[in-house]
């Protein structure tokens, strides 16, 4: 069966600070990969998604990168971490855009 | 661009009572998703509709998907305190390559 794993589970971080989460997939090849961010008792805003390894497409400016080095691995990176950054930030996926996702557990960052 | 309404934004019921919530796209929809995110979780695929007036039943849980495919509705019928959460809406606009736009969520309290 498939399996997302996403780590760490919470993170606090100064800001100016570098970031990377890392989310892996078992049991599957080739998904669509995804990370969203959901800021406290709001919805979901997606920040990157891929189709393929190296392939990454931004949704949104900001202040954060993706980079999909395996076809299983997908990595949300920041090389300067600012206070709106912080939030819950979740790695998904699915066989393709038409199917329904399965999130990871997510990872809570507070950048101070 | 896309954008997916959901309301009411928060609801309070009794145990025992019905709960709906109703999600609107600005756009046509080539489907819609469901999830629910219980407190202090990731969201959980629950149901995809796909087509034009589809209703789906999950044990108390019914979904609708509208005639013109631009809305849908969550009902649960006898609401439980394991109902308790935020359920999301979510939906990819026809014909369109982007990717799925999540309604800004129904967050659900029951009363025992």
């Known amino acids: 069966s498939q399996t997302i794993h996403q780590w760490p589970a919470t993170l606090v971080q100064p800001v100016g600070s570098p970031l990377s989460l890392e989310c892996t997939v078992e049991g599957t090849s080739n998904p669509n990969l995804y990370w969203y961010r959901q800021a406290a008792g709001r919805g979901l805003q997606l920040l990157f998604y891929s189709v393929g390894i190296g392939q990454i497409s931004s949704e949104v400016p900001q202040n954060l990168s993706a980079s999909r080095p395996q076809d299983r691995q997908f990595i949300l990176s920041s090389k300067k971490l600012l206070l709106s950054d912080s939030g819950f930030y979740l790695c998904?996926?699915?066989?393709?855009?038409?199917?329904?996702?399965?999130f990871g557990s997510g990872t809570r960052l507070t950048v101070v | 661009g896309q954008q997916v309404m959901q309301i009411p934004q928060y609801q309070h019921v009794q145990e025992g009572e019905d709960f709906t919530t109703y999600c609107n796209s600005s756009t046509t929809l080539s489907n819609i998703q469901w999830y629910k995110q219980r407190p202090g979780g990731h969201p959980v695929f629950l149901i995809q509709l796909v087509k034009s007036g589809e209703v789906k039943k999950q044990k108390r849980l019914t979904f609708q998907f509208g005639e013109a495919k631009k809305n849908s509705s969550l009902h649960i019928t006898a609401t439980q305190t394991t109902d308790v959460g935020t359920y999301f809406c979510?939906?990819?606009?026809?014909?369109?390559?982007?990717?799925?736009?999540f309604g800004s969520g129904t967050q659900l309290t029951v009363l025992p």
């Open positions: 998904a996926w699915s066989l393709e855009r038409l199917y329904g996702y399965t």
């Open positions: 979510a939906g990819i606009s026809s014909g369109s390559a982007r990717q799925l736009t």
